[in-house]
C-alpha cells in the first residue's frame, strides 16, 4: 500500500462489491470529513493481509501508519484527530443508534437478504461465510431465504422507528446528516450492494431519507457496484 | 407566579409525586445546567392553570415570560439559550433516543405501574386518567395490572438495548451524563415516584446506571417523595 497517507481496509465480494455495513460507516464518515482515503478491497478469508492488524474484523484503517480497527473506534478516532472538520455528532444517543442498527435492524435485515448476500461473495469465500453464517442463525441460508416473507414483516416492523424519525425531520441527526445517519443507512447500502430486494415503497419517508443519504458527497454511495 | 424568574409547570400526583416522565426530562436537563428553576406542581386537569399556553400538555417551560412547551423543545430552547453551560448533546442520535423511549420503553412500562400510577393520583384527576389510558390502551386499568407478569417480560425484553450500553461505558451519552440520559432516566425516576414495582435486579448494569443517575445533581430524584 506504499504510497497511500491513508487506507481502509473494507470487506469485498465479487465484482468489487462493498459488503459490509461496518465498512460504509467509516466510508462516509471519512466523506463527512472530507478526507481522502484508498478503499483497499479485502475478501473475508485474505486473513494474511490483514494479519498486521492483530486482529481478524474489518474495518481497519491505517492513517499515516496509526492502526486503528473497529467502526466505532474508527469513527472516534476521525473525530477527534480531525477535529477541524465538522463532527460526527459520536455524543449524545449515537452510541444507542449503534447498538440498535447492530441488534435490531442489521440481524433482521441479514435474513432478508442473506442468499443474495452469498451470491454476490467472491467463491473463495462463499464456504467460509455459509458454515460461519449457519451456525449463528441456526439455519442454512436456503432456510433463511425461503422465509424471506415472515423476516420481511420483522424488518417492516423494526423500520417503524426511523419512519417516525425521517418524516419531521430530513436526517436521523436533524438538519444535516451525522454519525448516526451514516450507521443506520450503512445498513441500506450494504443491502443495495448485494440485492435487488425491495423493502421500501417509493412513498415511504425512510426511502426518501434513503435518497437523501445516496446524493451525499457527490453520490458516494451510487460509485460502487449496487442494485437498485 | 409572581417573583420567579423561571417555572416549570410539571404534573403532580397525590402527595406531592411527580408523575411525568417527560417533566423528569427537563428537571434533569436545567440541572445539568445549573439554572433554578420553580417547579409548579400541576394536576392533570388544571387545565385553566395552563390555559395561558395555548395547548393542554405539560411540561410547560416559563423563562423570564417566554413560554416554550413540549419536552424536546424546551430542551433545545435550554441548550441554545444557555449555550455558556455543557451542551446536552441533542444532537447525533438522541432524537432516536427519545423516539424510542416513547414508543418502545415508556409504552410497555406503563401497562406494568398503571395501577400505583393511578392510586396515587390526586382523587379529582382519577376519572380522566382512568377514562383517557382505558381508551388509549383499550383495557381497564385493573385488567392491565392482571398482566403484570407478561407486561414485566416484555419491559425485560426491551430494556436488553440500555443494558449493553451501560454495561461497557457508565452513562447513555459515554463518560458523563447528557439529554439522552435524562430521556430514559424520566422513565425510571416516573416509575419510582409511584410504584414500588422492582423489574431490575441488584446486580444488573441497568440498576448501577440508575443509581449513578439519582446521584446526579446532589441527588435530585430523591428531593421528591418515592419507593425505593
Known sequence: MAGHDRILYEVVGREDRRIS??????????AHK????????????????????????????????????DSWSIAKYIDENYYQERSLLLGGGTRFVSLWTDTQLQPVLARCIIKDLYDNLDPLDQEYFRVSREARYGKTIEEMHLERESNELNLKRVLTMIRELVRTQPFICGKAPAYADYIVF???????????????????????????????????????????
Open 186 to 228: 450503512g445498513a441500506f447500502q450494504w443491502a443495495r450492494c448485494v440485492s435487488p430486494f425491495k423493502f421500501l415503497d417509493d412513498n415511504d419517508p425512510i426511502f426518501a431519507w434513503r435518497g437523501r443519504m445516496i446524493r451525499q458527497y457527490g453520490s458516494l454511495a451510487n460509485t460502487v457496484p449496487h442494485y437498485d
Open 21 to 30: 455495513p461496518f465498512c460504509w460507516r467509516v466510508r462516509m464518515a471519512l
Open 34 to 69: 472530507g478526507l481522502e482515503c484508498h478503499f483497499e478491497p479485502t475478501r473475508y478469508t485474505e486473513k494474511d493481509k490483514i494479519a498486521f492488524s492483530g486482529q481478524k474484523l474489518l474495518p481497519i484503517l491505517v492513517d499515516f501508519g496509526e492502526v486503528v480497527t
